[in-house]
């Protein structure tokens, strides 16, 4: 059976969003309130980092227009900290714009979108959207140029239009028919796939995320603590190794490359690495 490829890697998601007619539609599909007439080619995995010592970010899709920036960000779990993680994104997207000399009045507008699997908030809105408002008066807007979104694939409210809500249903893998723009969305996907070199490009960012997978490798060691396995390295580590090894095959890495990313990973000796290949 050919799989299917979803738009909730962030490889697909950033190599879809690279096509700036197609990133263009989705803003303005987001925000109609705007009037977007021409973005910057968007720039993919974007990296910022100040200093050795401070933490860097990485950026999903980032691109901009005249008066505004926008960050798009694919949110496949709920993590902790999710709206301190848009808080940091929003003041380093704010420290790279501003030079030295420059007014704060010239900061542009800043969009920080996460598309979310899931409910942040659980009251079935399909977006969430925040703005600095007064607490004595929510009628006077702070206007400090900064908004946040969360959009949820799964939202049942009748609040954005059809045509987000077909985009959040196509990203949550359920089939959509009669949208236009998801229709260009899966001729773009499938154009892409046609490349080996973007094939290529998948399966390996497929093959790195299950390694750098910190759910995946947690709930290996719970299952194997609660059974009581032991490496002598780290407790319920095999029971985490062999799972890694077994979802990864299923992406159909070759077995040498395979054998070394798991010995790499794990930090494992010749002898200990061969006792899960034998």
């Given at each position: ?196 070199k973007w094939r290529k490009g998948y399966m390996d960012n497929k093959t790195h995320m ?69």
């Amino acid at each position: 059976m050919k799989e299917k490829i979803s738009l909730q890697n962030d490889f697909v998601f950033g190599s879809v969003m690279s096509n700036r007619k197609l990133c263009q539609h989705l803003i303005q599909l987001i925000l109609p309130e705007l009037k977007i007439q021409r973005i910057k080619f968007p720039t993919i995995q974007k990296g910022i980092q100040e200093d050795i010592g401070s933490h860097g970010v990485r950026f999903d899709v980032y691109t901009e227009d005249q008066n505004c920036v926008y960050e798009i960000d694919m949110q496949v779990r709920h993590t902790k900290g999710l709206a301190k993680h848009v808080r940091y994104y929003q003041s380093r997207i704010d420290a790279d714009l501003l030079n030295h000399g420059d007014q704060y009045s010239q900061i542009k507008q800043t969009f920080v979108i996460f598309i979310c699997l899931f409910d942040p908030y659980g009251n079935g809105y399909h977006k969430y959207q925040f703005t600095n408002l007064c607490t004595i008066d929510p009628n006077i807007a702070m206007n400090d140029g900064r908004t946040a979104i969360f959009l949820n694939t799964k939202g049942t409210r009748n609040d954005v239009s059809k045509d987000l809500q077909n985009f959040l249903h196509y990203v949550d893998n359920k089939n959509v028919n009669n949208d236009t723009y998801v229709d260009e969305l899966q001729e773009y996907i499938s154009l892409l796939n046609q490349s080996t070199k973007w094939r290529k490009g998948y399966m390996d960012n497929k093959t790195h995320m299950m390694f750098h997978d910190e759910d995946v490798r947690e709930e290996g060691i719970k299952i194997g603590e609660q059974r009581g396995l032991k490496l002598g390295l780290v407790k319920g580590q095999e029971s985490a190794i062999r799972q890694m090894i077994a979802l990864t095959r299923q992406l159909g890495v070759p077995e040498d490359q395979l054998k070394q990313k798991v010995q790499q990973q794990f930090k494992l000796s010749d002898e200990e690495i061969t006792k899960f290949f034998e």
